[in-house]
């Protein structure tokens, strides 16, 4: 006797990948807790994440949203200003640093010394560059706007029975002078790049690891009951700022995210993980998820990822088909598809040689 002779099929190469249709992988995911439509959720995270939400919502589940679209902004138009893709209109959040700091600048304990870009006529928000495409009128527009998007996002945590995060990146840019990381590269959607001011940062297994538990130990000091379920994107870095090929800088960053998964999955038994990235960027997946470009999620490889994530939860229900509206992005990006959705990472593709 041995413990392998004890194993479900699920322990075995052979018979859980080997002999399967990869789109039809059995007992991938097993959840670590229940989910109901009544449970109270939060999301953020890189662009996969708004997949995530959209089906929550679809479903029918309680997805909190805490800056809704005006009712006089047609519906065709809300994601393209940061509407319905997330819980707040904070956009994209590529790493768990940028979390932590979202929800510090929210409650007041941290202040970027970088308050505002221009081009000299129109004003933009550093840490949310595309949530209005063509800027505010004023500094004094921007500040009353960006206000009352941080009281937004300051009431979150106080409803939230379950955040919902997608690690997106380890590569980011910094401010020299205080440390605050932005959504992109200055000078790429907006802004401009200054060397003396902005630094390329690439974070260890450690500080992503440290940045996570920062932001676990805060929320749940509002909601000691609250848990946490955690994914990392399956879509290859646009560009790197590495110094390596974009290749190994893609597969090194995806391991660092999902290594800080795993450490906090055994860590804490509050954490959830659900293994989108395995279901789509896995070799076993023969990039059948993919695009022609390799990077982009089709709609087939969303919907396969979202019915092995729900039908683990006892959901068999169908969402709502996904609309023309929903995957519209920014007029400067230079592609849409189903998971390029609102990626200021995309803009980058517009700078390759």
Avoid at 27 to 44: E, L, M
Avoid at 312 to 324: C, F, L, T
Wanted: aromatic content about 12%; hydrophobic content about 40%.
């Amino acid at each position: 006797m041995h413990p392998y002779q004890e194993l479900p099929s699920r322990a075995f190469w052979k018979q859980a990948v080997a002999q399967r249709n990869p789109m039809e992988l059995a007992d991938v995911y097993i959840p670590r807790f229940d989910i109901a439509r009544t449970t109270r959720i939060t999301a953020a995270g890189s662009c996969f994440a708004q997949h995530i939400g959209r089906q929550f919502k679809s479903r029918g589940y309680g997805f909190i949203d805490v800056e809704p679209a005006p009712a006089s902004l047609p519906e065709e138009a809300h994601s393209k200003f940061g509407f319905g893709i997330y819980s707040a209109r904070y956009g994209n959040i590529y790493s768990a640093r940028q979390l932590v700091q979202t929800f510090a600048r929210a409650r007041g304990e941290h202040t970027p010394v970088d308050e505002y870009w221009t081009d000299g006529k129109r004003f933009y928000d550093p840490y949310r560059p595309s949530i209005e495409p063509r800027g505010y009128s004023s500094l004094e527009e921007l500040r009353i706007h960006r206000d009352a998007h941080l009281r937004a996002v300051n009431s979150l945590l106080a409803r939230t029975d379950l955040f919902v995060f997608t690690f997106g990146l380890t590569e980011a840019w910094e401010n020299l002078e205080d440390g605050t990381i932005y959504p992109t590269c200055p000078g790429t959607v907006h802004g401009d790049f200054d060397e003396t001011k902005h630094r390329f940062v690439n974070f260890t297994f450690r500080q992503v690891l440290e940045d996570f538990e920062t932001f676990i130990a805060y929320a749940r000091s509002i909601n000691p009951a609250m848990r946490f379920l955690i994914t990392v994107s399956p879509v290859p870095l646009t560009a790197t700022a590495s110094g390596h090929h974009v290749l190994p800088a893609t597969v090194a960053s995806k391991s660092i995210l999902r290594a800080v998964c795993s450490e906090l999955y055994d860590t804490y038994d509050f954490v959830d993980y659900f293994p989108s990235y395995e279901l789509v960027s896995s070799h076993p997946m023969r990039a059948l998820a993919y695009e022609p470009n390799l990077r982009s999620v089709s709609a087939a490889g969303v919907a396969q990822v979202m019915d092995v994530f729900f039908s683990a939860h006892g959901d068999a229900g169908e969402p709502k088909p996904v609309r023309e509206a929903d995957t519209a992005a920014a007029p400067t990006r230079p592609e849409r598809t189903a998971d390029d959705v609102v990626c200021d990472e995309l803009i980058l593709e517009a700078f390759g040689r």
